[in-house]
């Protein structure tokens, strides 16, 4: 692999890292399944930050710092405990991507019903607006990626400062009206008792992974032994008050039952309009947040799109994946292939669904797909020195797992559920397996 790595163009600094974490990390999106469940959320959050957020900082750091190779994860979960296990945790992670950049897609569209509908709720329920846009913004978010970071990475930098620009104006617009007019939810930070609550619990864990994915693009950093860590660390404070702060905002303006958890930030911020007085605030707001969720669709991507090019050097996915673009310097064929795959699970989470709980299908194996690799990273960062932190994140990815096979009440049914959840999950880690034992007997 190091052989390899010169033909990557080191593109990315300190502050690109940054925001690159914080387009991944701090997203609108999450504000409203945490809203929806109430004002306990607040405190699931704060349990989630000193449980799972801060000790993956610790432990991503280390390991970046001892092993700041292209494929991150992957690399780390190799050294850690050979080639099978670095596969299967690189395999879940892409596969948890793929999962979750339409399900990220889904909810910039539905959010864009605010920047110039009358009826913004009932524009995304409409599923031919839904698909369309959705595949617009997919292929959007991989071209970004396909002429190059020096390119993409201006997606990340935009779109996380659009969160965070998004996400200030909602804590002072929802700040002012609670000091002038009263906040419309009564705050009792214990949270509610409920399966419901469970499983926007195991939501809240995951809307703080990310942390793991600049590592991914460790050989597109100028020196990622220095700024991996730096980054992580800028970037954990910022979004921890994010998520902390941006809830209480979206509670302030709209009750927990009314809040819709695709579009409850957009919800808030319309209501805070409205009770300004300010017309133009609305769609400018919702505008704002659709900048985030594509930069944040970007980051995702460029991360994603790596990880099928360092198994390709190592020869466990076909050659072609191994290849770079002869002008651009990218791995073109892994980009082209994720975004066919992507456009195909999103057809397939909305065969008989409703919008929202295709939604909450493509989140839900998300979640599952993404805390695997996650007790690989964890049990990697014990193996290497960070025990306490390792302990505490690995307990919290497995609870986080079992937690996101609870069906929401949304569902059709919750035998269809569970099969598209639990034995989708499993379907998907299987075509891994196959690929990487007929692979492994071909290089033996």
């Not at 419309?184 to 809307?207: D, E």
Request: aromatic residues 14%.
């Amino acid at each position: 692999m190091s052989d390899a790595a010169p033909a990557l163009k080191r593109e990315l600094r300190l502050w690109d890292l940054v925001f690159l974490n914080v387009a991944c990390v701090a997203s609108v999106r999450w504000l409203g399944a945490a809203a929806h469940a109430g004002s306990g959320s607040i405190t699931l959050w704060m349990l989630a930050i000193a449980g799972f957020f801060v000790p993956s900082a610790f432990v991503v750091s280390s390991l970046s710092q001892r092993f700041p190779d292209e494929g991150g994860l992957y690399i780390w979960s190799k050294r850690a405990f050979g080639d099978w296990h670095g596969f299967n945790c690189a395999w879940l992670y892409f596969l948890s991507n793929l999962l979750f950049v339409p399900s990220l897609a889904l909810t910039g569209v539905a959010i864009s019903g605010y920047v110039w509908h009358t009826n913004p709720a009932a524009l995304a329920q409409n599923r031919p607006y839904t698909i369309t846009f959705t595949l617009l913004l997919l292929c959007g978010g991989y071209l970004a990626h396909l002429f190059g970071l020096n390119i993409g990475k201006w997606a990340g930098n935009i779109g996380g400062g659009a969160t965070f620009i998004s996400a200030i104006l909602l804590v002072l617009v929802a700040a002012w009206i609670a000091y002038h007019h009263g906040s419309v939810t009564r705050f009792n930070l214990i949270p509610a008792p409920s399966w419901g609550s469970l499983n926007t619990w195991s939501q809240i864990a995951f809307a703080l992974v990310g942390l793991e994915l600049g590592p991914i693009l460790g050989g597109e950093i100028v020196n990622p032994r220095r700024d991996i860590p730096r980054a992580a660390w800028i970037s954990a404070i910022g979004c921890a008050a994010f998520y902390v702060a941006g809830t209480a905002a979206v509670l302030v303006l709209v009750s927990a039952p009314d809040v819709n958890q695709v579009t409850g930030p957009a919800q808030a911020g319309l209501n805070g309009g409205l009770r300004l007085g300010w017309n133009a605030f609305s769609p400018a707001f919702a505008l704002l947040i659709v900048f985030g969720i594509f930069g944040s669709l970007a980051s995702w991507i460029a991360g994603n799109t790596r990880l099928p090019f360092v198994i390709g050097l190592d020869h466990y996915l076909p050659q072609a994946f191994a290849k770079l673009h002869p002008r651009w310097r990218t791995p073109y064929i892994s980009i082209l292939f994720q975004a066919a795959a992507a456009i195909v699970l999103l057809g397939a989470t909305q065969a008989g669904e409703t919008v929202a709980a295709a939604y909450q299908i493509l989140v839900d194996m998300t979640v599952i797909t993404t805390f695997l690799p996650y007790v690989y990273i964890f049990c990697a960062g014990w193996k290497f020195g960070q025990r306490v932190a390792a302990g505490f994140g690995l307990t919290i990815s497995i609870a986080a797992i079992v937690l996101s096979t609870v069906p929401p009440p949304e569902v059709t049914s919750w035998q269809i559920f569970e099969l598209k959840v639990i034995g989708g999950s499993l379907f998907l880690s299987g075509i891994g397996w196959v690929m990487f034992a007929r692979r492994h007997r071909d290089l033996a």
